[in-house]
């Protein structure tokens, strides 16, 4: 005999001779309940339970029907819906009825629940349940337990926690272990992921499944971003947005939940868990993207997370600070040096495998050589006026993608302001009020997807003052960058250095900048003349509506 099946026997043993004392014990002495308002407890532990008959409504009219035949007078309920173990006095339910109870401290209440294993499955936080309500003075009542103050019944209460509490983590290590089995197997066991729904099929049983909107927006925005074509994740965060991916929140809600798609081998048809030690492996759902795409899309996020990154604690004493690398490629980094009548200032690399560690160099070599570079780095007359053809191409491409997201987002409205009216001509004809219910609660989930459309509806804006703006302050820093550098405040100061330069620069004590090898952003430039030198318009800033067409 197993230890599980040895500790329900020797439990329902207790519980009989328990049951029997108590039975005893009342026919002489039952228990009085004169005074006290009856209350409700009920739980459950999946939605399954809720619609069968170990559910809520079925625990619920149970115990009320046992307040009515103890001529206790039922005054609420309290139902919950809450998994496994843990602080049972963190249940939403529970809570809320100890707040009851702390509400009328001049009332006495009897509470009823259904069975021992609704009240804890857990001995630690039944006792801790039974001391808050003992100090409560609430008398606790169970349909198929009769609670009993004797030591005998105490430790007969124990033995039935305990056992409550063994059921429930045996059953814990045998969902896991299945779990595990699946994802060994290559099959996802968990809920379905953002772009994909979990259903059934006949050889491998319930399957993640890639949705259409999926397939359609977010598969051809992650090869985007890996071949580069949507430059950073905040680009490709507002793409998903403008194509209904995202919906609901404000953009930058959705930059961590991005990251995680962006990170997660399930999109290219692998899964892993490392939590349970399931490492990468191939799956037998569909992936969105190539596992190429993939690695590509690794390479990336490092590139972006080891590169282009603001410091929170850049100084203006020292602007160039996480811009600049030694020679050894690690940082350099600054700090003061007091002298006998004044402070000096070094920029200096850490790195003590280098042989430059710790040998600094003065921070006027290192910030008048970068100014020197600044000079060096205008925009020729040539380059200058394709500025104004790329952005007067990219600022038109933004306008229509804006122009056709309104029109699709008041296609939208109407839907919705549609779906509203037909759902609160159903809430009044319904003929129950647990169906009216479940209809207000749809029209609430729509009313505030309206909010949420309405709210990002632009409208009635001149685009062609933003549009001046960012052209004017563009080509100003491009035409004389070292005159804006020295105007702008260090934070911009950080953001500005990528708009001329794509990478650090490298900076070496001993030669100074490498100026043949410094990446200009400006190469964007020569190469879209290059690309295009038959059809762009050189005469003026302004290319011809047709060019812009084109």
């Known amino acids: 005999m197993n230890l599980k099946r040895m500790s329900k026997q020797f439990a329902n043993n207790l519980k009989t001779a328990n049951i029997s004392k108590a039975r005893r014990l009342d026919r002489n002495n039952a228990p009085s309940y ?80 259904d069975d021992l294993k609704r009240f804890a499955r857990d001995v630690e936080f039944h006792l801790k349940l039974r001391t808050a309500f003992r100090v409560r003075n609430v008398d606790l009542r169970c349909l198929n337990y009769n609670f009993d103050e004797s030591p005998e019944g105490r430790y007969a209460e124990l033995i039935m926690a305990g056992s409550a509490q063994l059921e429930r983590e045996q ?26 729904k979990m259903t059934k099929h006949l050889a491998h049983g319930k399957i993640a499944v890639p949705t259409k909107e999926a397939l359609r927006v977010l ?28 919906r609901k929140q404000q953009p930058g809600r959705y930059i961590n939940k991005l990251t995680e798609v962006l990170n997660d081998p399930f999109y290219c048809g692998d899964v892993e868990y490392i939590p349970w030690e399931v490492l990468r492996r191939p799956g037998h759902h569909k992936g969105i993207i190539s596992r190429e795409t ?58 003590r495998s280098c042989t430059l560690y710790r040998k600094s160099a003065r921070k006027a070599d290192v910030e008048n050589g970068f100014e020197k570079i600044l000079k060096e780095s205008r925009l020729s007359s040539e380059i200058e006026k394709v500025v104004g053809v790329v952005f007067e191409r990219v600022w038109n491409q933004e306008i229509g993608n804006l122009q056709d997201k309104q029109s699709a987002e008041k296609q939208q409205i109407k839907a919705l302001k549609e779906r509203i009216r037909e759902l609160t001509a159903m809430a009044m004809k319904a003929p129950t009020t647990q169906l009216k219910n479940v209809y207000e609660a749809q029209i609430e989930e729509v009313a505030t997807e309206l909010e949420g459309v309405e709210g990002d509806l632009v409208q009635g804006i001149d685009f062609s003052i933003p549009y001046r703006t960012a052209l004017n302050k563009a080509v100003g820093f491009l035409k004389n960058p070292r005159v804006v550098w020295e105007k702008s405040p260090v934070e911009e100061k950080q953001q500005l250095f990528y708009f001329i330069f794509d990478r650090k620069l490298e900076y070496s004590k001993e030669t100074g900048y490498r100026t043949g090898e410094i990446p200009r952003a400006a190469r964007i430039f020569e190469e879209f003349i290059e690309a295009n030198s038959d059809d762009v318009e050189m005469e003026g800033i302004e290319p011809s509506c047709k060019d812009i067409a084109d």
């Open 34 to 113: 004169e005074g006290r308002e009856g209350l409700v407890y009920a739980r459950v532990s999946s939605k399954r339970q809720e619609i069968e008959g170990s559910g809520l409504q079925s625990q619920e009219s149970r115990c009320v029907n046992d307040l009515r035949t103890i001529g206790v007078p039922y005054k609420r309920s309290f139902l919950d819906s809450y998994t496994g173990g843990g602080d049972f006095m963190q249940r939403p339910a529970m809570k809320e009825l100890l707040a009851y109870i702390d509400a009328s401290p001049h009332k006495e209440f009897l509470v009823v629940f």
């Open 294 to 351: 993939f690695e590509l899309i690794q390479k990336r996020i490092q590139r972006e997370d080891s590169g282009i990154r603001v410091r929170l604690d850049v100084s203006s004493d020292f602007p160039l600070r996480n811009l600049i690398v030694c020679s050894c490629q690690k940082h350099l980094t600054a700090a003061w040096s007091k002298g006998r009548k004044q402070k000096h200032g070094y920029y200096l690399c850490q790195n």
């Open 171 to 196: 059953n814990r290590r045998q969902v896991i272990q299945k779990m595990k089995a699946r994802l060994e197997a290559g099959y996802w066991p968990f809920g379905g992921k953002k772009g994909y």
């Open 219 to 246: 598969a051809p925005a992650l090869e985007a971003f890996a071949t580069g074509n949507i430059v950073n994740r905040m680009d490709l965060n507002n793409h998903l947005i403008e194509n209904g991916f995202w």
